[in-house]
């Protein structure tokens, strides 16, 4: 055999070996990663991450309450799939997505009897420092991302306040299954289906004590279960219960 071919062969070999030690430490490496910036703890399956193919599947993952919360449970995914565009992703500024397929067995919104909130103290984890940019320094620029088709499914949420003088816990199973085209603001998901299933459900609690930003308050616009919400979220809400009412039930 010619040095040529042993030489491809042994570089064959190493590129086969980097894949595998790619694959086995990438699950452990997020897990420690969202420990370490968040104080959840997060388990994980299947964590595979092609970066040339931008695609990305995650099966089995777990993220539970930190230590003080009355429940343990915050998030189970049972699987994710997806395809990003990794070079336009990279210049651009914006993260782009071919196709999101997120299939979730159960979201669990948890208040401390002292009032911190589980979904709240994870999202503030990732927004970096509350105390601003150093002075001279440009502020940080939103998160912008483009999912071109986003297919979600979520089977169950629970609410759980441990505020009140008794615990008030409530389970809805909500089997959402709807699919998305160019999502590029999480509000964006409340579709007159998605709301009409929530509605159905009775979901009527104050859900911007629960769910952080203009999410949570274009939500409880959407069910009705609070009177006082931000302008901007009934500005947002407004067109879409208006087609809401329009469309007949099925």
């Known amino acids: 055999m010619s040095r040529t071919a042993k030489g491809c062969l042994f570089l064959a070999g190493l590129c086969a070996l980097l ?13 420690r990663e969202v420990r370490s910036a968040t104080g959840f703890d997060c388990r994980v399956a299947v964590l595979t991450a092609n970066p040339f ?15 003080g919360y009355p429940a343990p449970d915050f998030v189970q995914l049972r699987e994710l799939l997806a395809r990003a565009q990794v070079l336009s992703s990279a210049f651009s500024g914006r993260i782009v997505i071919d196709t999101l397929d997120m299939d979730i067995g159960k979201i669990e919104l948890v208040r401390r009897r002292e009032g911190k909130l589980n979904a709240s103290e994870f999202m ?19 998160l912008k991302y483009l ?8 089977d169950q949420l629970v609410v759980a306040d441990f505020s009140g003088a008794a615990p008030d816990e409530k389970a809805y199973r909500l089997n959402i299954d709807q699919t998305y085209a160019n999502v590029t603001d999480p509000r964006e998901l409340l579709v007159p289906g998605v709301v ?3 509605r159905d459900f009775g979901l009527r609690q104050d859900i911007t ?42």
């Open 209 to 250: 004590r629960l769910l952080p930003g203009d999410f949570g308050s274009a939500l409880t616009a959407a069910v009705g279960g609070a009177e006082h919400v931000g302008t901007r979220a009934k500005e947002y809400i407004k067109g879409l219960l208006d087609k809401l009412e329009q469309k007949p039930k099925q």
């Open 147 to 154: 999912v071109k088709s986003l297919h979600l499914r979520v």
């Open 53 to 67: 193919t931008g695609r990305v599947v995650v099966r089995g993952l777990s993220v539970n309450n930190p230590p």
């Open 19 to 31: 894949a595998l030690a790619w694959m086995a430490l990438l699950p452990w490496a997020v897990e």
């Open 196 to 198: 009409r299933s929530l």
């Open 124 to 142: 503030a984890a990732f927004s970096g420092p509350k105390s601003g940019p150093a002075e001279g320094a440009a502020p940080a620029k939103p």
